[in-house]
């Protein structure tokens, strides 16, 4: 099974906090790069056998450019690869490009999930960030999401906004979490060189203290699980049956496929990644490449795996060499039940989350 | 006339920066010792850390020629240290001299090495020719200066070369005085053979090199010689010059300052300050030779990596080849596994070796907090002498504890005199007195407990009298005083080497500054740490590294999986820089961090 990641990296404008390659471009500046994109699937002559069981087409914001282009994606995938019935396909997009008529066109192409970039209900919080739209248009586009026919629904929040709190937060989800299949929880990050940043520096925002937020996001998951969101990775939380296939491919290293500009993949544990600047994109400029050697895959199926529900394999890991119940730090992280042991399974257990990165460097 | 009356054996001493180095390069330059195109600056700093940092370490001898009145001298100098540090160096190098050239900066004057050197000098019955340097300054006020020695030295001055190291201004003048002023060195070629060993160093080919001064008889290649103090004899490989690199000249006779190889394994058996005579036909009495040198600073020093522990010893050994100063003894730290107490000169001296360690010996170390030795009355009678604060008996095994004082004089320009009154004070001090040299220039005088001068005692005196004043100091005895041992517990246990020995009235706010530097130099762990400062079982102070919360939630986009390998990568080498204290894990620096205990504290 096979998985494709297709990066649309237009915005209406960029938030404030935003380190991902995403641009505002003109109509151009589009129309080339996506004539270029469909260019690099049709070209793509590699696992073209495979059958494609998630599509996940992300951004940016994939809602804001003309719905013709992501009509051409669609077919161009489909004439390129064989699609599984019941593939999911996911769109991301924002609640203020969001209408019923573009709506109902996503479903028409096959699109059947929509991961909608919520963040906050807070209009303050909402403009502060640089996010263009508003509460109204949250509940404004779920309402059109289900008059088309969405069933399957991600909305994303970001937590560690200024002036928030459990309260705040909970009351949010709750407004929605009848509306919505899956969220995903991010905390607030100030990245290099964004604009939030700079903000920060020139104390035009103040942001809660990390431990506030940590604990709001405890807390928060409590909430959710409470609510049947069962949190099947670090952040992200699902009802029964509606978790994010293709999400879950990355944790698991299934093979997946990137197109468009910075778009990342792996297939047969082999890495690549398209460049992230549309000249070199545009040059077909391949600025990572690597075949991962034994010890990059133990890594990586040690990272990924504590970082999700599903765990690890001891004996997978064993074949490929690394006897990890020689590690002290293992058994340690064992005995003080940071890490769960269900027969071959290890498992992060979920109350360290939080600090899975510590936790995954001692022991690799 | 004799062979003898052309030789002149001298050094140059000086206050720090008062360009000793710079002139030993000209006179070398100008006497043609070595080609232009072979001149680096500051020749003689041979260590690469010598140049860096604009010190001279060693000793280095460099023989020249120069022709005077139609009669060709050799000249032998030895560069000498400036640092107070290195105050031995510099009296080892004079006994091997008749006569010393006193560099002042025609600026800044009479400073406390200045007259520490000259008195050394003096006491060595060296014939003492002041030089006035850096008159190229647009400050140098030359007359001023003169006076100034005449004054505060008590030595003529008036005809002291006025000069220009720098520019090379003057230099044949003090070639001439050197001729002129200083003694011919007396000695007997024809009697029984009597060197003094002033220096040595170790030679990867040739084994243990003595630098010697003869005194009377000769030495060649092939005698059979004897050293005085250890006792062992060794047939002659190489005799020679520095001019200033070896050269072998297979003899040297009386009067002669050269270097003598006679395949000494170990520099342990070379004994600087001993005398050298014929095996076959000895003397009876050695030359007085040389105090030994004792450490008054020490540290504990270990691998950031136990497994290079050996590779450690190794290098201490190498260092030690070249100086007998340091000394080192194995110590087992609870924390910090195996290592070795150190000891050293003062801090520069402790700075420069551990950056050596780092550098020509690649090692990663980590160094302890310095402190300096006690002598340790107990109850019983016994008088323990230690350094290391964790081997400090219980309190109820102490009847008193006495602490190594010094005698200080600090030399200033008067408007300052208040603010060193009161950072003497703070240091706990006692005032001896303040002389007025001149209009300008103020003595104080006091005497510190060493472990108060080495926290930061050379830095704040620098700041707070904005660079002017200068400090010199001598050991004096040891003094009784009120002294307890501060441990440091982490998550509730001891870290032997965290503990640090203070004056109980400074307990508190020691006590208090360590745990809150630690707060922040421990990483958060995944459970919360307590610092505690403790005075036996009392707790004296407590801060609280609280328990890391998150480190991951951040988006993982697009199937890009790479940043975060990256930043793992990162995590698991900074892991490797830990030292586990029980449960907690602390990176190296933190038993670095007490050194700077005072930055910005105050």
């Avoid at chain 1, 906004?161 to 929605?176: A, T």
Wanted: aromatic residues 10%; charged residues 30%; proline residues 3%.
């Amino acid at each position: 099974m096979l998985g494709i990641y297709v990066h649309i990296p237009f915005c209406e404008s960029k938030c404030n906090y935003c380190a991902f390659a995403s641009f505002v471009q003109k109509k151009e500046i589009q129309k080339k790069y996506f004539k270029f994109l469909i260019d690099e699937i049709n070209n793509f002559n590699l696992a073209s056998d495979s059958i494609v069981d998630s599509i996940f087409i992300g951004g940016g914001t994939p809602s804001c450019v003309d719905v013709c282009y992501i009509e051409t994606i669609m077919s161009a995938i489909k004439n390129k690869f064989k699609i599984l019935k019941d593939a999911e396909i996911t769109i991301e997009a924002n609640p203020n490009s969001l209408n019923l008529e573009k709506l109902k066109i996503y479903r028409k192409l096959g699109i059947n999930r929509l991961s909608i970039g919520v963040q906050s209900l807070n209009n303050n919080q909402l403009k502060k960030i640089g996010r263009m739209h508003n509460k109204k248009q949250v509940f404004d586009a779920l309402k059109f999401a289900k008059k088309a026919g969405f069933e399957n629904i991600n909305c994303d929040f970001l937590l560690g906004l200024e002036n928030s709190n459990y309260f705040k937060i909970k009351n949010m989800l709750r407004k929605i979490k009848n509306k919505v299949t899956h969220f995903s929880c991010y905390m607030l990050q100030v990245e290099n060189g964004t604009l939030l940043e700079k903000m920060c520096k020139e104390k035009k925002i103040v942001l809660p203290d990390e431990d506030k937020t940590v604990k709001i996001y405890e807390k928060i998951s409590n909430y959710l699980q409470k609510k049947k969101f069962f949190r099947y990775e670090i952040s992200n939380f699902a009802k029964e049956g509606y978790q994010c296939l293709h999400n879950i491919k990355y944790w698991r290293r299934d093979n997946y496929l990137g197109f468009g500009l910075s778009a990342h993949s792996l297939f047969n544990n082999k890495r690549w990644a398209n460049a992230s600047i549309f000249d070199d994109y545009f040059k077909n400029k391949k600025p990572y490449e690597e075949l991962l050697t034994n010890q990059q895959i133990i890594e990586e199926i040690i990272m990924l795996g504590l970082r999700c529900e599903i765990g690890f394999n001891k004996k997978q890991i064993l074949d490929l060499g690394y006897d990890i119940e020689k590690n002290e730090n293992f058994n340690n992280l064992i005995n003080k039940n940071i890490l769960i042991e269900k027969g071959d399974i290890i498992k992060t257990n979920p109350k360290y989350y939080g600090v899975s990165n510590y936790i995954i460097s001692s022991i690799l | 006339m004799d062979r003898k009356d052309k030789i002149r054996n001298f050094c140059i001493v000086a206050h720090i920066d008062h360009g000793k180095s710079t002139l030993a390069d000209r006179l070398i330059e100008k006497t043609g010792t070595l080609a232009k195109r072979d001149m680096q600056d500051q020749l003689l700093d041979s260590m690469e850390l010598e140049r860096e940092k604009g010190i001279t370490i060693k000793l280095t001898p460099t023989r020249m020629l120069y022709e005077f009145e139609g009669e060709e001298y050799e000249l032998n100098l030895i560069d000498t240290p400036g640092h107070v540090d290195f105050t031995y160096e510099v009296s080892r190098s004079l006994a091997a001299c008749e006569g010393a050239i006193l560099i002042v900066d025609a600026s800044q004057g009479v400073e406390a090495q200045t007259l520490a050197n000259a008195y050394l000098a003096i006491d060595n019955n060296l014939e003492i020719l002041p030089v006035i340097n850096k008159i190229d300054l647009p400050s140098a006020r030359p007359e001023e200066v003169k006076k100034e020695i005449e004054d505060v030295v008590g030595i003529p001055a008036m005809h002291a070369p006025c000069i220009s190291a720098k520019d090379g201004t003057n230099i044949d003048e003090v070639l001439k005085m050197i001729v002129k002023e200083f003694p011919a060195p007396k000695g007997d070629e024809n009697e029984k053979l009597k060197c003094l060993i002033f220096d040595s160093y170790y030679d990867n080919f040739k084994g243990a090199i003595c630098l010697i001064r003869v005194f009377d008889g000769t030495v060649k290649v092939g005698d059979k010689i004897k050293m005085m103090q250890t006792g062992k004899v060794y047939d002659v490989n190489e005799v020679g010059i520095f001019v200033p690199n070896t050269k072998s000249t297979g003899v040297l006779k009386a009067g002669d300052v050269g270097y003598l190889a006679c395949s000494i394994k170990t520099i342990q058996d070379v004994c600087v300050g001993d005398t050298i005579t014929d095996a076959n036909n000895p003397i009876e009495t050695a030359l007085p030779g040389y105090k030994k040198v004792q450490p008054v600073v020490f540290c504990g020093i270990f691998p950031v990596d136990g497994a290079k522990y050996q590779e450690l010893k190794d290098a201490l050994e190498k260092l030690k080849l070249n100086d007998a100063s340091l000394q080192y003894e194995p110590e087992v730290s609870q924390a910090l596994g195996f290592g070795f107490r150190c000891g050293f000169l003062g801090l520069l001296h402790l700075e420069i070796i551990s950056e050596r360690l780092e550098r020509e010996f690649n090692l990663d170390i980590i160094t302890t907090a310095p402190g300096v030795y006690y002598l340790v009355h107990k109850t019983n009678g016994e008088v323990l002498k230690l350094s290391n604060p964790s081997s400090l008996p219980s309190p109820v095994e102490i009847d008193y504890i006495e602490e190594p004082m010094v005698k200080a004089n600090i030399f200033t320009p008067p408007e300052y005199v208040g603010a060193i009154m009161e950072l003497c004070q703070e240091k706990r001090g006692i005032y001896k007195g303040l002389t007025y040299l001149e209009k300008k220039r103020v003595r104080v005088d006091y005497t510190l407990p060493l472990g108060e001068i080495i926290y930061d005692f050379f830095d704040s005196l620098k700041s707070r009298t904005k660079g002017y004043a200068s400090f010199d100091y001598e050991m004096a005895d040891f003094e009784r005083s009120d002294l307890v041992r501060v441990d440091i517990l982490l998550n509730g246990e001891k870290c032997d080497a965290l503990s640090i020995i203070v004056h109980k009235d400074k307990a508190y706010s020691r006590g208090r500054a360590l745990t809150e530097k630690l707060k922040k130099i421990i990483p958060r762990q995944l459970f919360e740490v307590p610092i505690q400062a403790a005075i036996g079982n009392k707790i004296i102070a407590r801060e609280t590294v609280s328990a890391m919360r998150k480190d991951v939630l951040a988006k993982c986009y697009g199937g890009d999986i790479t940043r975060k390998r990256k930043l793992l990568e990162k995590q698991k080498e900074g892991k490797k820089r830990m030292r586990k204290i029980g449960s907690v894990e602390i990176p190296s620096e933190a038993f670095m961090s007490i050194l700077k205990l005072d930055d910005g504290d105050k």
